[in-house]
Structures are given as C-alpha cells and as structure tokens.
C-alpha cells in the first residue's frame, strides 16, 4: 500500500504560480512512477503530466506542456507539480498518483493503483 497526500493548491491569480507536492508513505516510493491529474467541475479526470520511478521520463498533456513540471525527490518520498503561467481553465481539483505497474511515464488513469484526496487549485481572473 502507499500513501499519498497532497499539498500547495490554493487561488492564485491568472499568470502566477504554484507548486503541489504529494508526499508518499508505504511501499517504496522509488519503485513507483507517479502522475499528476485534475478534475475541473462538470468534467472528467484527466491525465496532466506523469514521470517515470527514476525521474528521467516524464509525459505531459498538450494543455499544460511548457508551463507545468513535473518532479520527484526520491528521497523525501514526494513528486511536484510546478504550475507556472497558469490560465482560469487550470481551475481543477489536482489529484496524485501512483503505479505499481509501471515504471516509466504513463498516463491513462487505469494505469495508477494509489491514488491521494486531492487539492483544488483556482485560478481568478
């Protein structure tokens, strides 16, 4: 099992920044890629951005790529999510994520076998 809980989201105005990090607790999170989605209201999950268990393959969505990176600190158990430029349609609540299947970069959601509670993130205008 792995544990994970996120952190960072908050209102930011349209063009700021704001960095999410998920902390993992459990089994070895350096065996674990890791991803990144959002849900916004009325809408469906979807994939933002993914980094494989050694940190050297990372994926992003069209929407996001160039201005959000993904990383990982193996040691202190946690992936970021630099958010950068961010526009009022990143308004979402950001969710991370981890595999115990695969190792590198992935996406699709049915991939990921842990899953945290969340944090909303809102970008005003």
């Known amino acids: 099992q792995v544990q994970l809980v996120e952190s960072g989201g908050g209102l930011v105005q349209v063009g700021g920044s704001l960095r999410l990090s998920c902390a993992a607790s459990g089994r070895a999170f350096s065996d674990h890629s890791m991803g990144w989605f959002r849900q916004a209201p009325g809408k469906e999950r979807a994939s933002v951005a993914a980094i494989s268990a050694n940190g050297g393959n990372t994926y992003y969505s069209d929407s996001v790529n160039g201005r959000f990176t993904i990383s990982r600190d193996n040691a202190k158990n946690t992936v970021y999510l630099q958010m950068n430029d961010l526009k009022p349609e990143d308004t979402a609540v950001y969710y991370c994520?981890?595999?115990?299947?695969?190792?590198?970069?992935?996406?699709?959601?049915?991939?990921?076998?842990?899953w945290g509670q969340g944090t909303q993130v809102t970008v005003s205008s």
């Open positions: 994520a981890a595999s115990s299947r695969y190792g590198r970069a992935t996406s699709p959601q049915r991939n990921y076998d842990y």
